[in-house]
């Protein structure tokens, strides 16, 4: 089973806050991702993080930044959420060998902006 | 640019029925294959994988062959559980890309 967390599970907040989606992996993978799951399913790549000092963003536009301080931790931060902010937002964790290296998913945190 | 078409849902299904989920998709290069799935209320897992041509990956009584000849990684199953309920999805990894490029997810159900 993987180790890898997301808090909180369920976030509730209104426009304007700023929040930090946390996520942290006990399997020393460096490489980490989020991933942001819209409510049709389909999952869009936001940021990844090939280790630590490393951010990238991904495929799909994203409001939100990462930072990767130490090697366990990839927090997401909204600086000024918006009710478009309304997702579920899953992070991965991936061994740094091979070509066919699995990733493996936190529960998630669904977001909810009013 | 690469993508993955997988067949659109819901799927509902009565326990004991043959399942096939379609995924095919586009690419340059060669691709790792995957299948994940999404139970409810959970992240995704891991389901099976192949890495080549002819490949087939099994888990859990699924079984998907990495057929490039008609660029396809269809998800089989010959007698599904109600537990075998959740939203799969098909995913790609281009060859020397870190990056994982998901299909839209298929909804399955299986009633008793």
């Known amino acids: 089973e993987a180790d890898i967390y997301q808090t909180p599970r369920y976030l509730v907040i209104g426009t304007g806050k700023k929040i930090t989606l946390e996520c942290s992996q006990t399997?020393?993978?460096?490489?980490m991702y989020w991933y942001q799951q819209d409510p049709g399913m389909e999952l869009h790549l936001i940021h990844y993080?090939?280790?630590?000092?490393?951010?990238e963003k991904g495929d799909l536009s994203s409001e939100s930044t990462v930072s990767r301080i130490r090697t366990e931790h990839f927090p997401l931060t909204l600086e000024s959420a918006r009710p478009s902010h309304t997702s579920q937002y899953l992070c991965?964790?991936?061994?740094?060998?091979?070509?066919?290296?699995?990733?493996?998913f936190g529960p998630g945190t669904r977001l909810t902006v009013l | 640019g690469d993508s993955v078409t997988q067949m659109e849902g819901p799927v509902t299904l009565s326990e004991e029925a043959f399942l096939t989920i379609n995924c095919t998709y586009t690419?340059?290069?060669?691709?790792?294959l995957f299948w994940y799935v999404q139970y409810p209320g959970e992240g995704l897992q891991l389901l099976l994988k192949?890495?080549?041509?002819?490949d087939k990956g099994s888990n859990k009584g699924f079984e998907a062959t990495y057929r490039k000849e008609t660029t396809s990684f269809h998800l089989e199953k010959g007698s599904v559980q109600v537990s075998d309920s959740a939203v799969y999805f098909c995913?790609?990894?281009?060859?020397?890309?870190?990056?994982?490029?998901f299909g839209k997810g298929t909804k399955l159900t299986v009633n008793p």
């Open positions: 991965a964790s991936s061994e740094n060998r091979g070509i066919d290296n699995e990733q493996f």
């Open positions: 399997m020393g993978h460096d490489k």
């Open positions: 993080s090939y280790g630590v000092n490393s951010t």
């Open positions: 690419a340059t290069g060669y691709p790792s």
């Open positions: 192949a890495t080549k041509a002819d």
């Open positions: 995913a790609l990894r281009p060859g020397g890309s870190e990056k994982l490029v």
